[in-house]
């Protein structure tokens, strides 16, 4: 799943001892989701764990738009639910978005590039200049 919200806070990292000697590592940090505040006008928080060295939340700033990825878990302990959501991916919105040529204004996104138009004789739309002005 995937969700973006402004980080707005990290948590300090937990460390310790897994039962065959190794060492585990976690670390949480919330996030604040735009629009649908709660019913008290506050903004929605979403609080996400990242396992190990999975995510270097030591990077990211806070008040920065990421974007999570993360997978939702829910087990049950004594007849009560809990549910874990652990980020698998995180990314800065703005900086790790993939860049693109920008495309000017007057041309639609729905009609082909003009290099896609050929003369007349190879077969393509006619070229004629019969425009009135």
């Not at 505040?37 to 764990?49: A, H, S």
């Not at 919105?93 to 138009?117: A, V």
């Amino acid at each position: 799943m995937e969700i973006k919200g402004k980080l707005s806070k990290v948590l300090p990292a937990q460390t310790g001892q897994k039962k065959n000697g190794g060492e585990w590592k976690k670390q949480g940090f919330v996030i604040e989701l735009d629009g649908n505040p709660r019913f008290d006008g506050k903004p929605r928080e979403v609080c996400f764990q990242v396992w190990s060295d999975k995510v270097n939340v030591d990077t990211l700033v806070t008040g920065s738009m990421i974007n999570v990825f993360f997978d939702p878990e829910s087990r049950e302990f004594n007849e009560k639910w809990y549910t874990d959501l652990t980020a698998w991916k995180v990314e800065t919105i703005g900086e790790s978005q993939p860049t693109s040529p920008s495309m000017p204004s007057s041309i639609s996104p729905f009609m082909p590039p003009l290099e896609t138009y050929q003369p007349e004789e190879m077969g393509g739309f006619p070229m004629k200049d019969d425009l009135p002005f």
